[in-house]
């Protein structure tokens, strides 16, 4: 009754709608939805802050000398919370400087970028990843198949590898488009299937996930693959001119710096994505197909068509994933291991439902969970609290940005009901 | 015992859909709500019915505050609705669906006697002939929407709310329907009935609120003419007769014509039973029938989305089955979907991007699989301008539009393209008086002006009657007669219940 609008001829010409249909739709649509239409920027900056704060109250629970001040908290209060205070600002202030920028190290180039190096490092697979589960969210498509892909793309990539070994560049390049190829089929097999028989997405990714995870372990033992200089499970090692080059080996003397030539492939990517969503005929229909496969198909698109080749894209970008493991620094060897996947393709659906399924988001979310992941070693090593907090703090995010009313709820904002004014104000890059 | 709205404002974000609403309802009273889609009148009754809390105003029952926190309270205060859509569990009987949510029970058992007792003896006080035993997925939707009614009469309802109840309805069964509210009213029910056809208010409401954008724009009276309830509900004067000139006959013969047509649904039954007939260029045939009986899957089959068993579909001379919808589509087919939010519609994609929804592959839109958003957003606004598409932006998703501009939306595309042919469903469900006579004059254009034929599918007999130069009435996949358009709404309403056409149209 407070506000004035009440009774004012001038609402009188403001637009009238219906509320959003009540009919619900199933699950995995919802969260679709709810991934790119649901969270604003907001919203998302919110849950990240509450994660943050999470995390700071799991360090202090985990430190036992902090607990310890706890016990006589009532006699002394201000030692329990000095110390907590010195917990949580030790370990984020070891995150930042494992993640963005040592200040220590500021006379050095390469020691003061050395950080956020590590961090790109970290994010560079992860861009690939949640580009992959994003474009498939688009189409209506929850790829949660990325690590089977990766390791199709992974195998590919190291066969063509150490099997063509010059010249420098092309070789590389060669091994990178086996990985995306290798990934692509995996994808593709996905898409046909659920486009000619209806088998469900994920049901279907799982089981090749297991069935590329065994594939990989037989491939590393057989003659092909096999290093029989070494003991361990271990393919050989991918040709030195098909490795992924270094991009700041110039800053300094060692090489320590990691980062190498996959940022620029994902920065291809993001564009290329970008455009495939936003402007391409192709992408145009991927959207039509994910929203309202029903409408899309009376507009004469064809729904098969456009699930295969979202999940042959969407593999594909897995498969880059897969070749820069291999090809780049995350083993010393540049070979194959059991392991390869490192969880990447788990990793990537947070990463893309972070990015709200778009290319530009993701990039920020693969940044901020690549900053993460580097800052971590660094809070572990430095500060000697545990890694596994920032899995915590990663999976905080997610859940807060999946949950928008909850995150309104804590911080008491003003609902804007299904994200209206974000609705609004996204036309063509929605 | 009288019920009272005053003061209800309810806003979604920025949009105000009911504006400080004034209401006041009496038992024994048939209480008009009329209105466009999008008014407001739905939302203003999910409020009464408890479903949303208004953002302003009280509602009063015998004077006293009523504070709703959901339909259970507002059952307990003596509140009932028949949705739209009914809410009932096809696969129990109608004395378990009355039951259900308010069972009956007898030392920890469901008492299905006395949920049986229940059902006979309202449908005896109240003439709604209901059989408390049969299994509700079989009973025709006119039933079904009595078990509705008996389901809200048993938790004695004094205020029943009836959410367009005859969209689905023959005029036969909205007869009967008017009936049982008669009824009603004689034992003191009060009844608000929310619908935007103007016939029905005159032939049966006490008292009538015209509702627009949100706001009560005033009280009529039910001797008011249609006119002035329409220019009242639209708020300008509005043409309720399309003008036409006569078809001219063509020595060409048909244009487009299906023969022997037999399509099966995905549980293959048959839903289109060989049907055959002709359009001629420049004529508008009007198929009339109740919601379900194979019009949707006849329209499907003409697009190409459903391939037909057997018979034939041509257009100028050229067989269409077997074509892919892209291809009809490409070839000159128009086509409007009966339902737009379903197969229209892309909710979550702006507006421009709906404008071209089947026309973004075509050189005006795009070369090389890469899209002209120029060119894109240039049709939007022109298409916008020319349908009088009331939108936000050309970048709001179409799912925020109110329904009726949605449906322009849908009509703008598929009809600012050359066509050879024009299939239309449903044309104007859910848009305004307004808009409904530019859309109706569109079509009559295309016939009358391009020499296309246009095939309107519609269960609006008042729509059918307004365009239509023949009508094929269907019943059951089957078309029962032909009929010109001066055949009475009785007749046709006889075949559109399955009498036979000796039967139904005295000839």
Redesign the interface.
Known sequence: ?S?T???SGA???????????PERPGLGKRLV?QV??GADWVVTLLAILLALFFGAILIILSDESVRGTFSYFFSSPGDAISASWDAVSTGYTALFKGSIWDPSHSWNVGSAIAPFSETLTEAVPLIFGGLAVGLAFRAGLFNIGGQGQLIMGAIVATWVGFTVTGPTFLAMILAVIGGIAGGAAWGAIVGLLKAKTGAHEVIVTIMLNYTALYFLAYLIGTDTFRDPDRQEPLSKSVSEASKLPKLLTWLTDGGSLRLNFALVIAAVAVAFVW?LLN????G?EL??VG??A?????????VAKSQIMAMLISGGLMGIVGASQVLGTANANNALTPDIDAGLGFAAITVALLGRASPIGTVFAAILFGALQAGGRSMQSEAGISIEIVTVIQALIVLFVAAPPLVRGIFRLKG??SG??A??S???N? | MSLELRGITKRFGTLVANNAIDLEINPGEIHCLLGENGAGKSTLMNILYGLYEPTEGEILVNGEKLSLDGPRSAIAAGIGMVHQHFMLVPVFTVADNVMLGDERVKSGLLDHAKARKDVREISERYGLAVDPDAIVGDLPVGIQQRVEIIKALTRNAKFLILDEPTAVLTPQETEELFTVMRELRAGGTAIVFITHKLKEVKAIADRITVIRRGSVVGTASPQDSPAELAALMVGREVRLKVEKPPVEESAEGPAFSVKNLTVLNEAGQIVVDDISFDIHPGEILGVAGVQGNGQTELAEAVLGLIQPVSGSISLDGVEVVGRSVRDTLRAGLGFVPEDRNHDGLVGGSSVAENLVLDLYDRPEFSSRGSMNIGKIRKNADERVAEFDIRTASIDTPAGKLSGGNQQKVVVAREMSRPLRMLLVSQPTRGVDVGAMEFIHKRIVREAREQKRPVLVVSTELDEIYALADRIAVMYRGKIMAIVPPETSAEQIGLLMAGAHPEDAVDE
């Open positions: 009754m506000e609008v009440k009774g609402t009188a010409s403001e637009p009238v709608g219906k509320p959003a249909d939805d790119v239409y455009w402007r391409s005929t192709l145009f959207r039509a929203s309202n029903s409408a899309a198909r009376t507009a004469g698109m064809s804007s009901g209206d004014a609705l609004a996204k036309g063509w929605g």
